[in-house]
C-alpha cells in the first residue's frame, strides 16, 4: 500500500478472535469490518487448473452464501479451510487474514455489501493488529473481483452475472507433451553411442555436412553408387552408397540393415571382424530408422535371392557406417505403414 501511496491507519489491540470482538475493540460498525475467509475447492479437478483456494471477502455483518458463491467461481464443491491450511497458504492464524489475496497469489472476490462502507477495517496479519483505509482505496490496490454472495445482498437481487472461466482444451498440448516423453525415453533406451577408443572408431559415428569451405575433393570427386545401379555383373567392387536407413535387424556381433534409395532397396551386412569392432556394430543397429547414411561397402553375391528388397542378388558387407543426417527415434509414420 505504501507503494501505491494509499493512506490507511495501524492500531494496536487486545487478541481478538471474532467480528464481533472486534468491531467493538476498534469501536466501529460490525458492518466494516472486512471478513476473509480461504476456501478450498474439494471437487475431484479444479474449476481452475492450479487454483485450489480462493479468498471471499464479506462485510462481517452478512451472512455468506455459499450456494452463491459455487455459481460465482463455478465451483461444484468447496469448503472452508482448515486452521492447519490456513497457517500453511497464508502464515496467519484463523480470524487474522487480510483481504488482499495477491500476496498469497490466490484470487479474490468481494462482496456488494463491503463497498457499502466508505471506510472498512481489518486485521493485518495478526489478531492483535487492525489496519483502517477506504473501500475505494482498498479495491484500487486489490482489484478483486466483485460479485453478490451473502444472503443479504442476494434478498437484495439485481445479482452481477458470473464472469465464467473460458475453459482452455488442452488436450493437444498434454498429449504432445506425452509424446515428447515418450520420444525422450526412446531416445535413451536405443541411442547409437560412439566411442573415440573404439578400435574402430574411425570407421564409424556421425559425419560432419561437407559445406562450400570444404574439401573439393569430398565434393566433387567422390563417386556415389546409386542403389539402382548396384546389380551382380558389380560383385567383388568396393562403392560408396548413400540413402535412407530402412530396417535393422540381428544381435550380438551381427547387424542386416536395408537401405532405401527412393523406390530401391539392398541389403547390407555387418559382422564382427578384424577390422568391425561389437562397437560398431552395436552402433549401426541402434541408429534411427529413416536416418540418412553413407557406407563403405563391398558387393557380394547372397547365398540365396533377397526377396524383401528390390536388389535380389546382391548383398553389401559393409566396411564403414556414417550418420549424415540422423532421425528421431520414434516417428509418428512410416514408409512400412503405407506399403
Known amino acids: 500500500m505504501d507503494d501505491n501511496k494509499v493512506q490507511y491507519a495501524v492500531s494496536e489491540h487486545q487478541p481478538v478472535l471474532t467480528s464481533e470482538q472486534a468491531a467493538e475493540i476498534r469501536g466501529v460498525s460490525l458492518a466494516s469490518g472486512a471478513k476473509a475467509m480461504l476456501l478450498k475447492d474439494t471437487g475431484k479437478k479444479l474449476t481452475r487448473e492450479g487454483v485450489p483456494y480462493y479468498l471471499a471477502v464479506t462485510s462481517a455483518a452478512c451472512r455468506f452464501s455459499s450456494k452463491q ?138 559425419k560432419e555436412p561437407n559445406k562450400s569451405q570444404g574439401d573439393p575433393e569430398l565434393r566433387f570427386k567422390c563417386h556415389i553408387t546409386e542403389v539402382k545401379d548396384i546389380h551382380d555383373n558389380m560383385i567383388g567392387q568396393k562403392i560408396k552408397v548413400r540413402g535412407r536407413l530402412h530396417t535393422t535387424r540381428g544381435a550380438g556381433g551381427l547387424c542386416f540393415l536395408v537401405l532405401r534409395q527412393r523406390y530401391f532397396t539392398v541389403q547390407g551386412v555387418l559382422q564382427v571382424g578384424d577390422t568391425v569392432s561389437k562397437g560398431m556394430v552395436n552402433y549401426a543397429r541402434k541408429t534411427p530408422r529413416e536416418s540418412l547414411i553413407e557406407m563403405d561397402a563391398e558387393v557380394t553375391k547372397p547365398d540365396k535371392p533377397i526377396e524383401s528388397c528390390t536388389q535380389t542378388q546382391v548383398e553389401l558387407k559393409i566396411s564403414s557406417f556414417f550418420i549424415l543426417n540422423k532421425s528421431a527415434p520414434m516417428l509418428p509414420f512410416q514408409i512400412d505403414d503405407a506399403s
Open 69 to 206: 458463491f459455487k455459481k460465482t467461481i463455478n465451483c461444484k464443491t468447496f469448503r472452508f479451510a482448515t486452521p492447519e491450511e490456513v497457517h500453511t497458504v497464508t502464515g496467519c492464524l484463523t480470524g487474522a487474514v487480510p483481504p488482499f489475496g495477491k500476496i498469497f497469489d490466490i484470487p479474490v472476490f468481494v462482496d456488494r455489501s463491503l463497498g457499502k462502507n466508505e471506510t472498512i477495517n481489518f486485521n493485518c496479519g495478526m489478531r492483535t493488529k487492525s489496519i483502517s483505509m477506504k473501500y475505494e482505496d482498498y479495491f484500487n490496490v486489490e482489484g478483486p473481483t466483485f460479485q453478490v454472495f451473502t444472503e443479504e445482498e442476494v434478498e437484495l437481487g439485481d445479482i452481477p452475472e458470473a464472469k465464467e472461466e473460458k475453459k482452455v482444451d488442452n488436450r493437444d498440448a498434454k498429449k504432445a507433451e506425452r509424446l515428447a516423453q515418450r520420444q525422450k525415453k526412446v531416445e535413451q533406451e536405443a541411442e547409437a553411442t560412439w566411442d573415440p577408443n573404439d578400435p574402430s572408431a574411425k570407421l564409424y559415428g556421425e
